[in-house]
């Protein structure tokens, strides 16, 4: 069995933490509150903006999130967080921009781990049913379940033609040769992507649906 | 179109005598082809019996899954690139032609079941998803919970509606979905490649649940042992053609019309034609 990414955070070792026995409204508001209190604070107040990440990290040290996982996850995220907030300064000439771009940063990674620390202790299901609660448009939530659901089946996909890739290069592949390849992945992933949108559509449309989201906790 | 084979050591599988032999699903003269200009199915009929089990056998590319595809009504009426010509409605589902007319009705009346459950199974749990069509279907949502949990004991998954389809093992998530698709009470299963890559115990566990459904079924497959021990009826389609149809041991104990199409002689046929139990 290949190892694909971890399910859900929130049936690991969150689940035995004391963030896991929070309401999932609660865990919500919290964390709504944190991404709130990340956008009122002074874009360049380098201090508080540090106090808050401090906090967040802290309640995912509390939810037993493990460290080399956030670290991870939030490496990745910079990545694209970064190239986002420098295009501002690009965009003046790298003559001014610069608060904007850090702004961007700080508020970007305190969003990042406010949301992991949620998906950390809310199963992503109840998530799900607490958003229909509070009268989140059922089409937005669908949407999320759908990419939850499709996120594990493409890297799972992904996985195996990583694996397939690594079976026939014999560790003697070179760097534009990895580079072409990984290229020519990503476009069969898209394929088959589109190949699977089209199956599940077909699979919808087998149990009667109509264009409608219709959920049992309406 | 019947084969006949000189030797038939297994008796052939009958309906009980309680059945009618009512005709729930009429299957005349279809003819489809893709887009690509490709021959799928070539002149196809054939009637399905109430409660019968119909077996259909072939090569890859037979036109199996194209066959019960029109079923329920996913061809021709699925977008490009598949979307192609056929000859007018030539399903009928208990008297109801299959047709953009009719589709709701179609749908309620076949369930099918893919062959990738992944393509299938898209809601956050169990219980979503078999609620999923009943739901579709306008029930109460009285009606709808009792559905799950008796689907889901149908299949032998009774306490799993709070469980995530993603910790479900491949035989599991197969049976959610056949549970979903029983929730809708359909008189006419389609159930494309059930059995595929499914370890023997899980096979073993998805034939019993076959077995104790009352409605009729249309079971493609490649796994021809379990069509001699499930099914009352086979068809064996090459080509988009009907070579034979008839009773299992007697269509698939039939050495050269299975060489002459890519398939081979069930080992449970051969070892009671070779005198082992």
Redesign the interface.
Known sequence: MIPVVNDSLARGPAARSPGYRLSPTLALGLSVAAITLGMLLPPTHLPSHAALVCVLLAALSLARVPFGMVARRLAIFLGFALLFAVSVPLSQGFRGGWEIAQGILFRGVESFLSGLWLVSVVPFDRLLATLRRLGVPTILVAILAFMYRFLFVLWKELDTMRAARRARTFDQAGLIFRWRNSAQMIGMLLIRSLGRSERVYGAMCARGWDGTVRTLDE | MSATAPDNPLPDNVLPKSVLPETVLEVSGLSFSYSTGRQALNNVRFTLARGEILGIVGPSGAGKSTLL?HL?G?LPQ??EP?RAATNGAAVHVAGLSVGAAN??EV??RV??L?Q?P????????V??DV???P???GLP?AE??RRVIDSLAAVGLDGFEAR????LSLGERKRVCLA??IA?QPLVLALDEPFSNLDPRARRTLVDVLRRFEGSQIIATHDLDVVVELCHRVIVLDEGTIRADGAPATVLGDQALMDRHGLEVPLRLQLLRNGQP
Do not use: H, I
């Not at chain 2, 992944?118 to 749990?125: E, I, N, R, S, V």
């Not at chain 2, 995530?164 to 910790?167: I, K, V």
């Open positions: 595809l329920n996913l699925r977008p598949t589709l709701a749908r309620r369930g099918f893919f990738d992944d393509d299938q199974l898209f809601c956050p749990t219980r979503e609620a999923f069509g739901l579709n279907l949502r709808v919970e995530s389809t993603l910790q979903g698709v809708c």
